[in-house]
């Protein structure tokens, strides 16, 4: 009875620590998410750009703002991570994250700007970004989930992780 008292505490003080400030390996996690989507919009937008890559049409145009959208976002919301990461913004972070996912695996899909070496390889690709889309929107959902049960939690102020 004792030892489940000692375990309980313990897990109330690492939830209370995990909200208050990102501290160790995610603190470098999110410094590295920054630093690697801000590569991507160098490497997208600036040398080589985008236009470089063989297996890309002109229509990739039109997906390529909402991916720089997207990088933006994910800077942003991992420059805000490194302040705090109470588990309600995690959520729905997670979430705005995975509906970026979602929308632009649509896209790809409905805008097909890719030059494919055989019908083997389209198919797979095809197949692939359907499964990755379905994936992204069971996210959303699970991000929802996560956001709606932290900022409903008893605590109340910061949210809490279960």
Wanted: glycine share 10%.
């Amino acid at each position: 009875m004792e030892m489940e008292g000692v375990i309980m505490s313990t897990a109330v003080r690492t939830d209370l620590d995990r909200r208050h400030s990102p501290v160790g390996w995610r603190a470098v996690g999110y410094a590295a998410a920054v630093a690697f989507n801000a590569l991507l919009l160098l490497l997208i937008n600036g040398w080589p750009g985008w236009q470089s890559l063989s297996f890309l049409t002109p229509q990739a145009d039109s997906v390529v703002g909402l991916v720089n959208t997207s990088l933006v976002f994910g800077i942003l919301l991992n420059l805000c991570y490194l302040v705090s990461d109470p588990e309600w913004l995690k959520g729905l972070g997670d979430a705005v994250s995975a509906a970026f996912a979602t929308a632009i695996l649509v896209a790809l899909i409905r805008t097909w700007p890719f030059i494919l070496p055989n019908e083997g390889v389209e198919v797979g690709l095809r197949i692939g970004l359907i499964f990755a889309a379905v994936g992204s929107a069971i996210a959303v959902i699970a991000g929802i989930v996560r956001f709606a049960k932290a900022a409903l939690s008893l605590d109340g102020h910061q949210g809490g992780s279960a």
